[in-house]
């Protein structure tokens, strides 16, 4: 099989150097914003003989949409542009500000709020060249946002058209970087599969210190709490036992119930000591714990609101 630029870019396994990439247009918007950012600094203990950084956002909700798309569509791009506001800027001004330092730039997903052909010719033009790895999330699926019951067919529905865009594979991938494996995988709908888990275990087998990174943040007894307490009904969490879904609203349990292989992948990524950090988004808040004894857990807040995490791998 020959091997395209964007195939290339794919396969890569180092760090590109800053100067080789093609750099934001900065104006006098995405240099304020720039500054202004809501950078929380968090350091991952690796053992690493040569320390780096990354810059993880999530959750920037691109709401573009042009004469290509039905009234509908444009309609909803409206409204959900008054609520998102500044995503564009505050992606550029991220992204302006993980190329200025040199750092990695991660996204967990729900880069897009809807599928459209404008979003996804955005998403293309702004990745092109960069120095960055992605996981997806729930919004890069749909089609109108809560108009019909996201599942694995509904996925399906856009998926191929959705994966072109994005720089590397959406439902599992690796990169290795400076000696740190980086694993993105798909959780966006509440759930994990067998052939995932089959995949995680070949990482493992790698030896090195993995970091990964999904859209939905997995269940710990402390983040279900946290969650719990801001009121929305629900957890909004991968692998929640039932006994804790068991009052959701009958949709929330029916989409956040965990299934078998799901449960099976909670069970064994507890135990890996080579899994060092997980990065998720979906909440729309910081937060940090303790997903295992080996295993921190961090939460990004949204990235449409200009935050982000500055992580030090050390």
């Known amino acids: ?75 909803l791009a409206a409204a ?20 200025k330092n040199s750092h990695l730039l991660l996204h967990t ?14 998403v293309e033009a702004k990745f092109a060249g960069q120095n960055c790895f992605v996981s997806s999330g729930n919004h890069e699926f749909s089609q109108y946002v809560g108009e019909a019951k996201e599942d694995a067919a509904y996925k399906a529905q856009s998926f191929e058209r959705v994966q072109k865009a994005f720089p590397n594979d959406l439902t599992f991938c690796s990169r290795i970087v400076n000696g740190v494996n980086f694993v993105a995988i798909d ?27 999904c859209h939905v943040p997995l269940f710990t007894p402390e983040l279900y709490d946290y969650s719990m307490s801001r009121g929305a009904g629900c957890a909004y969490v991968t692998g929640a036992p039932a006994e804790k879904v068991a009052g959701y609203s009958a949709h929330r349990r029916e989409q956040q119930t965990a299934n078998e292989p799901t449960l099976e992948f909670m069970a064994w990524l507890r135990e890996q000591s080579m899994v060092k950090a997980i990065f ?35």
């Open 109 to 122: 997903g729900d880069l897009i709020d809807f599928v459209s052909e404008k979003n996804l010719e955005v």
């Open 187 to 213: 959780d966006v709908y509440y759930d994990f599969t067998a052939d995932q888990l089959a995949k995680f275990k070949e990482e493992v087998k790698k030896g090195l210190p993995i970091v990964m990174l």
């Open 80 to 99: 959900r542009s008054r609520y998102f506001k500044n995503y564009e800027v505050n992606f550029d001004a991220a992204l302006a500000y993980a190329q």
């Open 280 to 314: 998720c988004g979906h909440l729309h808040c910081f937060w940090q714990g303790q997903f295992s004894p080996h295993t921190r857990q961090y939460v990004v807040a949204a990235n449409y609101a200009g935050n982000a995490y500055e992580i030090e791998f050390k």
């Open 1 to 75: 099989m020959s091997i395209n630029r964007r195939n290339f870019l794919h396969l890569s396994t180092g760090l590109c150097l800053a100067s080789a990439l093609p750099s934001v247009q900065l104006n006098a918007q995405i240099e304020k914003k720039m500054n202004e950012l809501k950078i929380e600094r968090v350091t991952v203990n690796l053992g690493l003989e040569k320390p780096f950084r990354a810059l993880h956002i999530s959750d920037t909700h691109f709401c573009f949409a042009d004469e290509r798309e039905n009234q509908r569509k444009r309609n």
